[in-house]
Nanobody, 125 residues
């Protein structure tokens, strides 16, 4: 059973930075993706960034390209999300997930079967 634990959330002023970390325990298959998703109150969950454990191939939502960077350490089984130039619209609960990506939509969440509890990110103007 895979367990994911996120950390690093908090409150920051617009334009600031935060680094989220996700620590995984339990077996993770080669070929799996690790991803960050977020959900704001009243909105649906959306994919933010995902990364392949096998190739370090990355996909980003258009809204965060150039501002967020996903990275991983496959030995430590951690995945980070470095967030810079944060905006109020980035405010959401951020979730770490592990699974497989949709072939037609890399940021879709349907094939991610393991999820963390989430960490809150609040960006004030």
């Amino acid at each position: 059973q895979v367990q994911l634990v996120e950390s690093g959330g908090g409150s920051v002023q617009a334009g600031g930075s935060l680094r989220l970390s996700c620590s995984a325990s339990g077996g993770l298959y080669r070929g799996m993706y690790m991803g960050w998703f977020r959900q704001a109150p009243g909105k649906e969950r959306e994919g933010v960034a995902v990364i392949s454990r096998g190739y370090d191939i990355e996909f980003y939502a258009d809204s965060v390209k150039g501002r967020f960077t996903i990275s991983q350490d496959t030995v430590k089984n951690t995945v980070d999300l470095q967030m810079t130039v944060l905006r109020p619209e980035d405010t959401a609960m951020y979730y770490c997930a592990a699974g497989f990506r949709d072939g037609s939509n890399p940021l879709a969440s349907a094939r991610y079967m393991y999820w963390g509890q989430g960490t809150q990110v609040t960006v004030s103007s």
